[in-house]
């Protein structure tokens, strides 16, 4: 994707907040969210800049960006779906748009009519931005299968797949849910280790640390996206915690993850643009030597998005202490095996038809050394060694009241660090109804 | 569910074609469907009897049957989704004013109101009947599961989980499609017998005999469904073919099917009620001596539909010579070991949220015998044996231009037979254009 003049480093907004260094939405972001005002009203698409939202369709409406039909049309909408079908040229040429709008240069009546659209952040509640038709998960990281494959005792732990394929299963699209949404801790048939199985909440809850891509334009059923050109269907990123309750997971997996994820999946509320993403490139880790070369079907390159994700724990007590919560995790896309491209050429590579709106997740994002795992089951060794915490406390998997989030900041020499904004979720304590019914 | 008037054998309709022997359709079956009118016009719901479809939102219009708000709306779309969320109560009202408006007894303006609205089903096109959030398709047959095991050369062909609940992967839904489309033969990675890798066009096409549960009135996420209420958001039923390429799917295979089963998967466009269903119920298999008894949660008798399917095979010589097809196949879901209301009580046990309009898949039909199989896979001992066909060609896997097609009729003495209409896809030859791009 080619470089522009909304990438330039130099940028500023006349919004404060804006050109703050911690912020994760310089001028050089601008990401999509749907948001609604918390003293209520309809929901309506937003874009993120500094602690504020830009009401789209209300700025277009009052002239502040040049209008277009089928623009005006796809931002009046209350999901971002149609902006995400439209012709990339036209996307692009909106993000030149904003960027102008909110540039430091833009003042008088124009400056006037934007700052008229702007929302506090703090005053919004996010919806799920994106109506998502079809989820997939992909396991990309051979960190976190290699881990997982020995806990289980696997001869050969990882897959003889893993290097020629994108391995994926298809996910639980109606369960997915926007960032600040909680999970009720699921039940589900448990097997302990006499061989007995039982219905009971899970004891082995789990977050996984996850990127995913929002497929932008699809393509039509029998017709494969080629590796060259898969990069034109992604849209934009966020950060997704797949939930997992690992002993339900373990006895029901035959065909593949099941009830043990389909209870919740969270995703954060802003879109991140892959225009936005565009100079966040870095080499992937190098194959394993002796690895056979990839197919040329998906031979696209070595390079994928490098950013730090990062996913914290706060417990109830630290809450309780007014401790923000720790640092369980500092990893990157790096760290994968496959890029997003070759996930999205590999899915249509049979024919299959992404639409708008589908939503592709990395697999947890794990890297070789101890404080890169992107779950509990590699940092407890599926909790056989429970985690320490600074304040005292010990986790071997996650306990009610235990709030999870994710971070994530793209940076890179000669240009500004944008961010995705968080993922959070809490487990809460499974239904105690159920508990007569079993 | 309570039998009525609607169920009655006696019961006869003015409308000839309804009442003779062989109709999938008489008065006592009522099934919906969405169409359009083959000389153009938008897309409606239609009610199926005899050869004939009535035309269900004109109908309500014309004031041949009595309107509701609710139903008027619902009627008015162009996917059965709204109707399919109806009260039950009122769902069953619908059904019991066509089977009077139907009914030889009712002559006069409203006959000849109804009669208005009929559409031969030769001059219709029938569309996918539903708008399909999420599907997933279970594994229920140990026939089935026990001869793939076998095939794989598993030590223990029957997973443990088998009989403790329905083992199940979540499906692809934007490539389901209605019968009468065709599947053109998928590109894969395919691994040879030493070990090579290539990515070409299958050589391992199946099909797959499957029954499906339409999800009536959906479930809050976080609630389970009570297993004894299962039934009650079970709205209806359809044929499957589960187009599966098999060797695509042996080496991808880690976390469930994937592109093996993805390119297109295959209903009948009628949805036949469960209240239609309601008198055809059986016993299922018993299960083997020893087994565990099932979980409280899950315990729900030992019923299931009891219904003749079957599976058809037209080869291309075969449509040359004017042959209809050889029947492969002659199964029942009595084969299955768990009914659709486990398989929903299950999916739900989690907190897991069903929509109206989510698709359930029995898996491949199979019984014991050899009459009984549900797929080519087990016809041939997965390509070792093949099938010899009445003219003389022989068939280890299917080949370009072969016609699959399924039936199933519901009887019971002192009941009408129904039935289901057909569910008919061709395969198509891989896409050539592929070949340089790989």
Not at 36 to 59: H, K, P, W
Not at 260 to 288: C, H, I, N
Not at 325 to 350: D, Y
Request: with cysteine.
């Amino acid at each position: 994707m080619q470089l522009n003049e909304t990438h330039d480093v130099g940028k500023r907004s006349w919004l404060d907040s804006a050109n703050q260094a911690e912020t994760d939405f310089p001028i050089q972001n601008l990401p999509f969210c749907v948001f609604r005002r918390a003293c209520g009203g309809t929901a309506a698409i937003g874009v993120g800049i500094g602690d504020q939202i830009l009401d789209l369709a209300a700025a277009l409406e009052s002239g502040a960006i040049p209008r277009s039909p089928g623009l005006d049309a796809a931002a009046a909408q209350t999901r971002l779906n149609a902006l995400m079908a439209l012709d990339r040229g036209e996307q692009s040429s909106l993000r030149k748009k904003l960027s102008a709008l909110l540039d430091a240069s833009c003042d008088g009546a124009q400056r006037e009519r934007a700052a008229g659209h702007l929302v506090p952040m703090r005053d919004a509640e996010l919806l799920l931005p994106v109506e998502i038709g079809d989820y997939t998960d992909f396991l990309t990281s051979a960190w976190h299968t290699e881990r997982h494959g020995r806990f289980k005792g696997l001869q050969d732990p990882l897959p003889k797949a893993f290097f020629s394929l994108p391995v994926a299963y298809h996910g639980r699209a109606s369960s997915i849910r926007v960032s600040g949404t909680h999970a009720t801790r699921p039940w589900g048939q448990i097997r302990d280790a006499q061989g007995g199985v039982r219905f009971a909440p899970s004891e082995a809850m789990d977050f996984e640390l996850e990127l995913a891509a929002f497929v932008g334009q699809g393509n039509q059923q029998g017709r494969r996206v080629e590796i060259g050109r898969a990069g034109e269907h992604l849209f934009g990123y966020c950060l997704m915690n797949d939930w997992s309750a690992k002993d339900i997971q373990w006895w029901e997996q035959v065909l593949g993850p099941f009830l043990g994820k389909s209870f919740m999946t969270v995703v954060s509320p802003w879109v991140v643009t892959a225009e936005a993403l565009a100079p966040y490139r870095g080499r992937m880790d190098p194959r394993p030597a002796g690895t056979a070369a990839i197919l040329p079907h998906l031979a696209g390159g070595n390079e994928t998005l490098d950013l730090v994700m990062e996913a914290w724990l706060q417990t109830s007590r630290m809450r309780g202490e007014g401790t923000p919560g720790v640092r369980l995790t500092r990893t990157n896309p790096r760290n994968l095996s496959w890029n997003f491209e070759q996930m999205l050429a590999h899915h249509t590579s049979n024919g299959c038809n992404l639409r708008t709106g589908d939503l592709l997740g990395s697999g947890t994002v794990s890297g070789a050394s101890d404080d890169a795992m992107g779950c509990m089951t590699e940092m407890t060794s599926a909790g056989a060694s429970a985690l320490q915490l600074p304040n005292g406390e010990t986790r071997s998997w996650l306990q009610d009241g235990d709030e999870v989030f994710f971070r994530a900041r793209a940076a890179r020499e000669g240009f500004a660090s944008i961010g995705f904004g968080e993922c959070r979720s809490r487990i809460l304590p499974a239904n105690a109804g159920d508990s007569a019914a079993s």
